[in-house]
């Protein structure tokens, strides 16, 4: 499975420049909203899960970051983001992997971030792999930040499938592990200039804070 996606996105990647695709934004405004609301410290190890080419990375460096992974299915996108960053894409840990599959630490990290990518997931057992890994890397009291396309948001993306959520049912997904914080509404225009219209909700890894 995990190679039939990586090649259906390194096509898409090969053959779209970065404002050609649907989601594309120079900045993930919302994210980064969330992101800076939960007032994380410096150090806090970040993923970015299925990061493609958005300039999300970059943009925490900016803020301080530190320890900052990207994780995406495709090697051509990831490829392209450490060509932007140039001299300072060494700063940042690549991983080229599908969510559902790849070994992550455990309790590790202090920020899970994902924007458009769960949507994807429309196969129940891939919901489940993703919240398995998510509760098995996120450290307790650590965070996520999950976005993705609303209840009335596009049913379908770049050729595929998607899952569409509202808040509650978004949080549904993690609740066994995590509990939710915060969520919000975002009208994304594309550059094409539709609107789909994005779920975000901000949850929280039950357990002691602990380090994080
Ligand atoms: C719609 S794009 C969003 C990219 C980026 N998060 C953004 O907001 O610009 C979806 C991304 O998820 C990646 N992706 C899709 N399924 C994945 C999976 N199972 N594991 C890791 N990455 C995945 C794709 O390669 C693509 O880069």
């Not at 970065?18 to 120079?26: D, G, L, Q, V």
């Not at 592990?177 to 919000?184: G, I, Q, Y």
Request: some cysteine.
């Amino acid at each position: 499975m995990s190679a039939v996606r990586s090649s259906h996105w390194d096509a898409v990647y090969s053959g779209k420049d970065e404002a050609k695709t649907s989601w594309f934004r120079p900045h993930l405004d919302e994210s980064l909203r969330l992101i800076d609301a939960l007032d994380l410290p410096r150090q806090a190890p970040v993923l970015d899960v299925g990061g493609g080419r958005s300039t999300l990375a970059e943009d925490l460096l900016a803020r301080g970051f530190s320890d900052i992974g990207v994780m995406d299915l495709s090697a051509v996108a990831l490829d392209e983001t450490k060509q932007r960053l140039g001299e300072h894409a060494g700063r940042v840990h690549w991983m080229t992997g599908d969510v559902t599959e790849v070994a992550l630490p455990a309790a590790h990290y202090a920020l899970w971030h994902d924007r458009a990518v769960f949507h994807f997931l429309v196969d129940a057992e891939d919901r489940a792999r993703y919240a398995a890994a998510m509760a098995h890397a996120v450290r307790p009291g650590g965070h996520a930040v999950i976005g993705t396309f609303a209840a009335d948001g596009p049913k379908r993306c770049s050729g595929l499938p998607v899952a569409r959520y509202d808040a509650s049912s978004l949080a549904a997904m993690f609740a066994s592990e995590f509990e939710p914080v915060a969520h919000s509404r975002d009208v994304h225009r594309t550059p094409s200039g539709n609107e789909q219209a994005f779920t975000y909700v901000v949850l929280r890894r039950r357990g002691d804070a602990g380090h994080a």
